[in-house]
Nanobody
Framework: QVQLVESGGGWVQPGGSLRLSCAASGLTFNTYRMSWYRQAPGKEREVVAAISSAGGNTNYADSVKDRFTISRDNAKNTVYLQMNSLKPEDTAVYYC?????????????WGQGTLVTVSE
């Protein structure tokens, strides 16, 4: 059974930092691309950052570039999202996602989400 468990969310003031973690189990972690998505109230889910299976390639949404950093530790089956210079518009539920192609079929798994609130 595949599980993705996020942690590290909470409340932070604007300009502050948080580090999210996503611990994976039940899958061959180092064969999956890992991504962080977020969904703000009343908005669609959007991708924030992604990292390749070996960690050599990363991509970011323009809105978080230069503020957020995605990384992974394949020995610990964990992916991280370091969030700096947080803004109120970063408030959302953040989700961890794992995906890969298997015989041409996209396989994906999602975590349950962790809430990040940025406010005074």
């Amino acid at each position: 059974q595949v599980q993705l468990v996020e942690s590290g969310g909470g409340w932070v003031q604007p300009g502050g930092s948080l580090r999210l973690s996503c611990a994976a189990s039940g899958l061959t972690f180092n064969t999956y691309r890992m991504s962080w998505y977020r969904q703000a109230p009343g908005k669609e889910r959007e991708v924030v950052a992604a990292i390749s299976s070996a960690g050599g390639n990363t991509n970011y949404a323009d809105s978080v570039k230069d503020r957020f950093t995605i990384s992974r530790d394949n020995a610990k089956n964990t992916v991280y999202l370091q969030m700096n210079s947080l803004k109120p518009e970063d408030t959302a539920v953040y989700y961890c996602e794992a995906d890969r192609l298997r015989v041409g079929v996209r396989i994906e798994y999602w975590g349950q989400g962790t809430l990040v609130t940025v406010s005074e």
